[in-house]
Nanobody
Framework: QVQLAESGGGSVQPGGSLRLSCAAS????????MDWYRQAPGKERELVAT???????NYADSVKGRFIISRDGAKNVVHLQMNSLKPEDTAVYYC?????????WGKGTLVTVSS
């Protein structure tokens, strides 16, 4: 059984920074990517950033230049450094583990950007 534990959410003013972390544990085989999604109130869940097993990142256009995804492969931990946060970044952020056999979701962590 695979578990994803997210941490680091909270409230911040516009222009501020937060760092999210997600630790994957359990029987994990064949990782393809580790990803961050988000879902704002009344909107569909969207992909924010992804990082491959080889460490190659990709970002949604809305966060390019502001967010950085990184991974500690030895520990199956993925981070999302979020800088220059905007009110429109307010959402529940979900960690996602994509393997060749299955996909797994975390429970989500709330990020609120407000003055």
């Amino acid at each position: 059984q695979v578990q994803l534990a997210e941490s680091g959410g909270g409230s911040v003013q516009p222009g501020g920074s937060l760092r999210l972390s997600c630790a994957a544990s359990g029987s994990i085989f064949g990782i393809k990517t580790m990803d961050w999604y988000r879902q704002a109130p009344g909107k569909e869940r969207e992909l924010v950033a992804t990082i491959t097993i080889g460490g190659s990142p990709n970002y949604a256009d809305s966060v390019k230049g502001r967010f950085i995804i990184s991974r500690d492969g030895a520990k199956n931990v993925v981070h999302l450094q979020m800088n220059s946060l905007k009110p429109e970044d307010t959402a529940v952020y979900y960690c996602h583990l994509n393997t060749y056999g299955a996909t797994h979701w975390g429970k989500g962590t709330l990020v609120t950007v407000s003055s």
